[in-house]
């Protein structure tokens, strides 16, 4: 099973930004779907942003403008830059990795079987 880590979380005012990391176990990422979700406090896990390993990254609507998914060039890690951060972007960040070997991204929970443990993320007013 491929281990993943997030880091980068932190507490941040409204307005700021920050960039979580994950890091995989293994290189294969460059030939996976990727994803980030989010858990806040007493919600369900939403979906935040997505890429697929043919190349389209897509974002949910709440973020969209404001966040930057991207992997990077080791094929181990991948980002999420945030900026321009809300309240209500707190929450646990985690990131994701499905096995399967579809060209496009979901944002479906369930499609994606490693985990991350996940970063926490809180945006104060």
């Known amino acids: 099973q491929l281990q993943l880590v997030e880091s980068g979380g932190g507490l941040v005012q409204a307005g700021g930004s920050l960039r979580l990391s994950c890091a995989a176990s293994r290189s294969t990422l460059p030939y996976k779907n990727i994803a980030w979700f989010r858990q806040a406090p007493g919600k369900e896990r939403e979906g935040v942003s997505c890429?697929?390993?043919?190349?389209?990254?897509y974002y949910a609507d709440t973020v969209k403008g404001r966040f930057t998914m991207s992997r990077g060039n080791d094929k181990n890690t991948f980002y999420l830059q945030m900026n321009s951060l809300k309240v209500v972007d707190t929450g646990v960040y985690h990131c994701a990795v499905d096995p399967g070997l579809a060209m496009g991204c979901v944002l479906y929970s369930s499609t994606y079987t490693d985990w991350g443990q996940g970063t926490q993320v809180t945006v104060s007013s």
């Open positions: 890429s697929g390993r043919g190349g389209v990254t």
